[in-house]
């Protein structure tokens, strides 16, 4: 079946270090899954961090960054200098499709909670 | 204004209780989803709905039932619930369910079962 792994957390990272969160993934029934990042602030919900539906692209937002690769089927986040409000709970997902539905859903990794420390 | 609103934020119940998690989104989406996460695993997919019809039911158990009385409401009523159903159940909306939409989430109802 489809699956998403990713860095096993707590990570923590000094403040204005950079940072990488592994992400890779198995999908079976599609074949080039929409990958997304999504993050949960304290307190708050899950909220879209960015997403790339072609392999090869590259999505950004809020300073962090994730490139598609297919061949290496890794979808890793990264930020060059972070900070203390970015201590959240990272999650990675991919798309997968559902033929008995036609339908689809996100397929997510186990989160890794990110610490940011002064 | 919050989006998507989940009543309540947290739930104690006792086992074999019954419970309904409330599900609202103001998004204008046509599609909304259940999902649940356990102590240590990831997010897991439960139901979509897609305008008021049941899409997909990806759960074993026949104790979770989806209710959606308005196309913008999707509750979730828990029968006979039991320890291992202690979980945060997350609500989501995307405005179709065809492909993959961007789907945004709610805060999560943290159930506790004893």
């Known amino acids: 079946g489809d699956s998403v792994t990713q860095t096993e957390g707590p990570v923590t990272v000094s403040e204005s270090e950079s940072l990488i969160i592994n992400c890779t993934y198995s999908?079976?029934?599609?074949?080039?899954?929409?990958l997304f990042w999504y993050v949960r602030y304290p307190g708050e919900g899950l909220q879209l961090l960015l997403k790339v539906i072609t392999a090869g692209q590259k999505g950004s937002s809020r300073g962090f960054e994730a490139t598609y690769n297919k061949e290496t089927t890794s979808f890793h986040l990264q930020k060059a200098s972070v900070q203390e409000s970015d201590s959240a709970v990272y999650y990675c997902a991919l798309g997968a499709f559902i033929a008995s539905s036609s339908f689809s859903k996100l397929v997510f990794g186990q989160g890794t909670s990110l610490s940011v420390v002064p | 204004d919050p989006k998507i609103i989940q009543k309540p934020k947290y739930l104690v119940a006792v086992t074999g209780s019954e419970k309904i998690l409330i599900c609202e989104q103001y998004l204008g989406h046509n599609a909304m989803y259940w999902y649940r996460q356990s102590a240590k695993k990831p997010l897991e997919f439960m139901f979509s709905?897609?305008?008021?019809?049941?899409?997909d039911n990806q759960t074993a158990s026949s104790r979770f039932q989806p209710q959606s009385s308005k196309k913008n409401h999707l509750d979730l009523q828990i029968t006979a619930l039991k320890p291992d159903d202690s979980a945060t159940y997350f609500c989501?909306?995307?405005?179709?369910?065809?492909?993959?939409?961007?789907?945004?989430f709610g805060p999560g109802t943290r159930l506790t079962v004893l």
């Open positions: 709905y897609s305008y008021q019809k049941l899409m």
């Open positions: 999908a079976t029934s599609i074949a080039y899954p929409n």
């Open positions: 989501a909306s995307s405005q179709d369910a065809g492909g993959v939409y961007e789907q945004y």
